[in-house]
């Protein structure tokens, strides 16, 4: 039993590039947050003090307070028809808005601009613009809304908590200096299905070398008892989370989109070279800190790390986040905001981490490659695929290349990943299991399985293949994944 | 500082009359019997050992001064030597006339320095010229020269345990020639020299029979050389040389022990383990061969411990202290009179008083505070299995900082062993099962030591009482765990479900669901049918724990049954059917189970579903769709046709 949903291919010649310059350009993307809350502005004439954050901020004033009056009017009518559920999002011609609630009374709305298409005219008159009100799917930026919120509370905490201890003031201070910068870094034209899962890539190892990674993370806890969480990572890819699920997705998202790019570009550059090992005693390692002292011989250097809110909903702790490296081995280790960290700790942390995580890096790389052998030279396959489980977050895409500070970039046409993000809001609305094959455009299949808590989507490339083909192959291919 | 003695002498010793003007006492390694012998046998001999209990008593007649008195092995011919040329024989063979005679050495000019029994009827005479190997024939009144050799002799050494002589030749004494006996054959081992420290001119007899003894250690046989302190050379004491011999090939200077002082000494092998006693301070140092100093064509060794005197012995009045109301005595430690025999043996004549030497485990665990050599050394020990256990105990519990590493070294040390044996025992079974009449001579089933320490052990005494503790924090009891599940897979030891049960046990017990999920992500967790159940009782605290358990089932491939079980249960039925037809089941499941789980789904269209399915099935096997009366799906078909009407039932197709 099949249920399949067919897409109109529309073929426009150089839709995408649009899509790209429109959501690119600043001004026609917008982040707006107002508050509703009792405590203050809801008096008439004062509805300006309801804006915390308005992106553009040269927005003239009253435009501000008139779209964020649009916005608080629009959610306050739909609670009525459902007030469990406020509405998520609001369709016109031009635009798309979402409302996010992260925190009770307290609103974020993105506006994102539909993509356009001009259509000349003949007899010089001004082309015609064209709005392609479906091309952006509701999952994906309510997804983005939401990560906007996760990472500034990853580095900010609630705001509620920040508002009861420093005010208003201290929350519009916090959110202007956050996001100012965040905004800039969002690409929103390369959001996708990936947005939507927000999952974490997880690096396949081995029964043993996962064991002897335990035991150094043990060990480390143990000698360093200052140490409260650990999370280990390599390649970009995640191995073990001393944090919760849901922290750790957001730290692995600051990791891998920011913190990492950020030091490997210098490195891929030539600049900065960290492989130049460091001695501490007789042993040789390679390990250097990410975040904190750039350089611990240097005097001047300084020992402040990045602080992060972990465990919001109930302990509500707040962290100094490390991020120590050794080749492609990062460990980040956790601890207690209140404790002050030296040069001594930092120092000791180095001796007794250096050495060891350079030893582990290599292990793992040889381990790695070892089953890489086992498992065959890589042919470049027939299909690609994205994956996700909502168990355990894991998520592996073969349609993404590496993603780097700038741009992720993908092997297929954008067409298809919109596809796929079509599917999975089919699937987001029932629970059961389900399947759905797509006919795409020239040769290409799209397939989407969701069962057992996963989702897989396969994009297959076979010349003229017929719906029970691509059904045989794909089922081969799911018990090979086995 | 009671607890600091490691050494100390049996508890009861064996008891004989102690020597004097008119009773003489001789010690026979070979039977470890002490003989007291009395006006030269007239008045009596008594004969004991090894255990206190069993003592032979007798009299014979006195014909002079006694030499050297034997039992053959088994005790079936007693030899006895009064004059340098003859040895005197007694039977004392069972239900055999009881026989005397006299053997004469054969070689002219020479005189017997000793002999010894090699088995119930050979004994091998030792004189100043050679070796006479005879066997005795009581029944004939005579012995029988099996074969003999010409060489100087100046003194040898005998090791009972091996059959192995050593005979000391050439006028400094110190080229050693050992012969091995088995059963009427001497083989002719490879000689060699001790290397003396000093060699006098012009050339005398310098190496002495007091300074080497031969024993077995750890299965090799050695011949150990007490070399004393000199003084003008630069070593820092005396050291015991253990030279190593071997039945064919030469002998190896395998053995350097480092005594670092200088006086009269005396050599144990108690438990493998080379106990030197010095007299002068009254102290006892071991020495543990296997444990490794440093590399090289020579070992040299520390003593494992520092030197400490054996425990102090009280000896009652009337006996040995049994009872401790009597008035008891401090016995003399380290005494002038005492004799020291291998391998274990302490005899102190005057006294009249046989002891074993034993090494107590318990106090060298805190000597030791390297706790990886500690373990290198009770592991080799005989009796060391509930010290191991309670030293696994103590380092778990210690609550030191930076244990781990200590923890870890531990462990992969007694994997080490474990997985040795269970490799052996592996190895033996296959040997046994493809062919057990060949190859039963090659393979010896292994022998079980206490040092193999399984898994049920360190559950049974460590972990199940270190995981109940309440003062230690379950951050630690975690990494512990994982520690031993680490060092098992590291020696390829199957991981007993249980363990990951107590890993399970204690993460849900502290909400640490994430974690646990993640070694499950990575297998860690390994699969088995007892941990799917568990983790599906978890499902109501921690909801994915259900998936997680299905895709477990799914991957162990034997448990279908299992899997649609569960999936009825959650009243999944099209995915239990289709579960089935996925593995090829579809024919032979009860269609009465999935009616019956379609039906308390109250969801029509579902049970409209399973049931045509079921028909179809029918159809397909036996060509009639409806159910067989074995079926009993009576009821469910009353109720398809009440729901959708008799006309719905699938009909046969018109031929």
Known sequence: ?482 | MSEDYYLELSENPVQFENASGVNNVFFDEANKQVFAVRSGGATGVVVKGPEDKNSIAFRMDDKGEIKCIKFSLGNKILAVQRTPKTVDFMSFIPDFPHVEFSHECKTKNSSVLGFCWTSWNEIVFITDQGIEFYQVLPEKRSLKLLKSQSINVNWYVYCPETAVLVLSTTVQGNILQPFAFKSGTISKMPKFEIELPVSPKPAKLILSERDISVASIYGQLYVMYLKHHTRGTNSSGAEVVLYQLFREGSCKKAHVLKLNTSGKFALNVVDNLVVVHHQSSRTSMIFDIKLKEQDGAVNIHQPVLPAQSIHPYKISVTGPVAARGHAAVPCELYSSTWSVFQPDIIISASEGYLWYLHVKLYPTVNLLQDKGKLMDFLLHRSDCKMVILSVCSQILTGGEKGNLPVVATVFDKLNQVYKEYLEAEQAYTQAMESGPSRLSNSYKKPVRTQAVIDQSDMYTHVFSAFTEKKDVSHKFIISILMEYIRSLNQFQITVQHYFYELVIKTLVQHNLFYMLHQFLQYHVLSDSKPLACLLLSLESTYPPAHQLSLDMLKRLSTANDEIVEVLLSKQQVLGALRFVRSVGGHDNVSARKFLDAARQTNDTMLFFTIFRFFEQRNFRLRGNPAFNPGEHCEEHVSYFKEVFGEQTLMKLPAV
């Open chain 1, 1 to 482: 039993m099949y249920l399949i949903k067919g897409m109109p291919i529309r073929l426009l010649q150089g839709r995408t590039n649009e899509l790209q310059t429109h959501l690119n350009a600043d001004d026609q993307s917008k982040n707006g947050f107002w508050n509703t809350g009792k405590t203050f502005g809801p008096r008439e004439g004062e509805e300006e003090k309801k804006i915390l954050f308005y992106h553009p901020c040269e927005v003239e004033k009253n435009e501000k307070i008139r779209n964020v009056g649009l916005c608080e009017a629009i959610v306050q009518f739909t609670r009525t028809f459902c007030p469990t559920k406020p509405a998520k999002s609001l369709h016109t011609q031009k635009n798309r808005q979402f409302f996010h609630e992260p925190e009770e009374s307290f609103w974020m709305v993105m506006v994102v601009r539909n993509p356009m298409i001009e259509k000349p005219n003949k007899d010089g008159k001004p082309p015609t613009i064209e709005y392609q009100e479906d091309e952006i799917l509701d999952s994906v930026y309510g997804a983005v809304l939401q990560q906007c919120y996760s990472m500034y509370k990853l580095f900010n905490g609630t705001f509620i908590r920040t508002f009861e201890a420093g005010g208003v003031e201290l929350l519009i201070q916090k959110l202007e200096k956050f996001f100012y910068r965040y905004i800039q870094t969002l690409h929103l034209q390369s959001c996708d299905l990936l947005d939507v899962f927000g999952g974490l890539s997880f690096f396949p190892l081995d029964k043993m070398t996962y064991l002897k990674i335990q035991s150094f993370v043990n060990r480390v806890e143990e000698s360093l008892s200052l140490v409260k969480y650990t999370a280990f990572l390599y390649n970009d890819q995640l191995i073990w989370s001393g944090l919760e699920q849901d922290d750790m997705r957001i730290l692995y998202k600051y990791l891998t989109t920011s913190l990492f790019p950020r030091h490997t570009e210098p490195e891929l550059a030539g600049r900065d070279s960290p492989l130049r090992p460091e001695v501490t005693g007789n042993l040789l390692h390679y390990g250097r800190f990410l975040t904190g002292p750039a350089n611990l011989k240097d005097p001047e250097t300084k020992f402040r790390f990045p602080k992060i809110f972990v465990n919001t909903e109930d302990s509500y702790e707040e962290l100094h986040l490390i991020v120590y490296k050794a080749m492609s081995a990062a460990v980040c280790f956790m601890i207690n905001a209140s404790v002050e960290l030296t040069r001594e700790f930092c120092e000791q942390l180095d001796a007794l981490v250096g050495p060891q995580l350079t030893l582990l890096a290599s292990d793992i790389c040889e381990q790695y490659n070892i089953n890489k052998r086992i498992s065959g030279p890589e042919k470049e396959p027939q299909f690609k695929f994205i994956y996700f489980n909502h168990m355990n977050l894991a998520e592996k895409s073969t349609i993404h290349m590496r993603k780097t500070a700038s741009v992720s970039l993908t092997s297929v046409h954008p067409d298809l990943i919109k596809i796929l993000g079509d599917i999975n809001s089919d699937f987001a609305r029932v629970d059961a299991d389900e399947e759905i094959i797509v006919k795409a455009m020239t040769d290409y299949w799209v397939v989407g399985k969701k069962s057992d808590q996963r989702e897989l989507y396969v994009i297959l490339n076979q010349k003229n293949a017929n719906l029970i083909e691509v059904n045989d192959e794909v089922k081969r291919l799911c018990a090979a994944v086995q």
